[in-house]
């Protein structure tokens, strides 16, 4: 059983941070790109950030960059997404993805991966 499970999520003050995991099972993320989307209600599922299975290859959403950083651990099966400097703007269920297609290539497209998660609430409000 292929299994993609996101956590990490809660509710934050604005300019807090947060830290969200992926952690897979079934599969390994060695050959394997990853990404992290988010959707706020109403509206469509969005790419926030991309790593290649090599790590070499990273992309930000304008939205997020320099705020938001990717990273991943082949060994442990996991990828993280560390969120520092949050916004009310950021607020929305947050998703990982993999493929492996993708593999060594960074693509900021829904339709690019097989492999998601069930996502997790992020909600920045004071």
């Known amino acids: 059983q292929l299994q993609v499970v996101e956590s990490g999520g809660g509710l934050v003050q604005p300019g807090g941070s947060l830290r969200l995991s992926c952690s897979v099972s079934g599969f390994t993320l060695d050959y394997h790109g990853i990404a992290w989307f988010r959707q706020a209600p109403g509206k469509e599922r969005e790419a926030v950030s991309c790593?290649?299975?090599?790590?070499?290859?990273?992309k930000y959403a304008d939205s997020v960059k320099g705020r938001f950083t990717i990273s991943r651990d082949n060994a442990k099966n996991t990828v993280y997404l560390q969120m520092n400097s949050l916004k009310p703007e950021d607020t929305a269920v947050y998703y990982c993805a993999a493929d492996a297609a993708v593999r060594a290539m960074c693509v900021m497209g829904v339709g690019q991966y097989d492999y998601w998660g069930q996502g997790t609430q992020v909600t920045v409000s004071s």
């Open positions: 790593l290649g299975n090599s790590g070499r290859y990273t």
